[in-house]
């Protein structure tokens, strides 16, 4: 096998098996847990600081109407909040409230133990080696593309 096709088949495992896991961590709910689209909201809040519904829709490629329920939900359990725009007093932009940057917390934190218990569960100690010395590999993969 050459170094090319070498390359592409493991390009390929790759996307199926973190593809595969990605899926399957999103799909398993959690007691209330957050929907992937508040999920969403909330991250870009968190990493992109306070913005209008629009500006959030156009990022994620929905109807503002969507992104309007999604964040109206938001609002309702405290974990978004309205403001009025500095640079336009008329505008109204959104922000993460403290409650929605722990609710972001607490879900990263449930998914990283639900990761643990499955490797606990069904891996031996040198797989989880191999898994644990490949995941720098796969950070830095991630930082190239």
């Not at 007093?89 to 409650?99: E, K, Y």
């Not at 990761?115 to 898994?131: I, K, S, V, Y």
Request: aromatic share 0%; net charge positive; glycine share 8%.
């Amino acid at each position: 096998m050459t170094d090319e096709s070498n390359t592409g088949a493991v390009a390929a495992a790759l996307l199926a098996s973190v593809g595969a896991l990605l899926r399957r961590v999103r799909q398993v709910p959690a007691e209330g847990e957050l929907t992937m689209p508040e999920r969403t909201a909330l991250s870009l809040l968190d990493r992109t600081g306070p913005t209008t519904s629009s500006a959030l829709a156009r990022q994620v490629q929905i109807t503002a109407q969507a992104m309007g329920a999604t964040l109206g939900g938001l609002r309702t359990r405290g974990l978004v909040e309205r403001a009025a725009d500095p640079a336009d007093g008329r505008r109204v932009v959104l922000a993460l409230t403290d409650a929605g940057r722990q609710a972001l917390t607490d879900k990263r934190g449930a998914r990283g133990e639900l990761l643990a218990r499955a490797l606990a569960d069904g891996f031996t100690p040198a797989e989880l080696e191999q898994l644990a010395a490949a995941a720098p590999l796969i950070e830095r993969l991630a930082q190239r593309i």
